[in-house]
């Protein structure tokens, strides 16, 4: 309110306020992102398994292994011994199992034209300079489907199974209330045959004793 009041009060005497300054412009700056898909990771400049050996890139292993797909092939090391699957999850090779126990097949790759199961061999001991060579078979490609969690059909899917199953739990207990029902007009009606035993012999015994 004071302001007010003076800033009137030298508007009458003829004092004109000073200028505001006039606000800062913003201006909006451009980003720019880098474009990154140019640039060298860093497993690139460190190099890998064939640019400095196994020991470099820590793989510890006497006996080389490749798992060859198609025209993909993955290198690693193993231990002589050390269960082939093991060696497929630290290459990186995507291999598919089912029973888990070398019975069903599944799992089933090829070595020295021999087929084998992954999850029930062991890597042999290898003479120095020989490889352990893996063949997978193209087939054997991870589904993108199992890895989806949820998707319109699997939500449509679950709904209709829930339907089935209330429809299914009314179904039921509809007949397992007649059954009820059932077995309370059975149940009195054996207790009606039973009071009309008892009852007659009751009559019996009375009308021996009369003639008693």
């Known amino acids: 309110m ?3 009041f003076a800033a009137v009060l030298a508007l009458a005497c003829g004092f004109a306020p000073p200028p505001r300054a006039a606000p800062a412009r913003w201006n909006a700056r451009t980003v720019t992102m880098k474009d990154w898909s140019k640039r060298e990771t860093l497993a690139d400049k460190a190099g890998g398994l064939m640019d400095k050996g196994a020991e ?6 006497t006996v ?7 025209n993909n092939t993955l290198k690693t090391m193993a231990m002589a011994n050390q269960p082939l699957s093991e060696v497929a999850a630290q290459a990186g090779q995507f291999i598919k199992y089912k029973c888990g126990k070398g019975e069903c097949g599944t799992c089933e790759v090829r070595v020295d034209g021999q087929w084998i199961r992954t999850c029930s061999t062991r890597v042999p001991g290898l003479s120095k300079g020989e490889v352990y060579r893996v063949h997978v078979r193209g087939t054997m490609v991870q589904s993108k489907k199992s890895s989806r969690f949820f998707s319109i059909r699997s939500f449509f899917a ?4 829930n339907v089935l199953g209330m429809v299914g739990f009314v179904r039921e207990g509809r007949k397992s209330g007649g059954r009820f029902n059932e077995r ?8 009606q045959i039973v009071a009309d035993k008892k009852a007659a012999k009751a ?3 009375e009308g021996a004793k009369a003639e008693r």
């Not at 470099?56 to 292993?61: C, E, Q, S």
């Not at 080389?64 to 198609?70: A, D, R």
Request: charged share 25%; glycine share 16%; aromatic share 6%.
């Open 2 to 4: 004071a302001g007010t």
């Open 56 to 61: 470099a890139v820590g793989l510890i292993g």
């Open 64 to 70: 080389p292994v490749e798992f060859v797909q198609g």
């Open 158 to 161: 679950g709904f209709k199974n």
């Open 184 to 191: 309370l007009s059975e149940e009195a009606r054996i207790a």
């Open 203 to 205: 009559r019996e015994l």
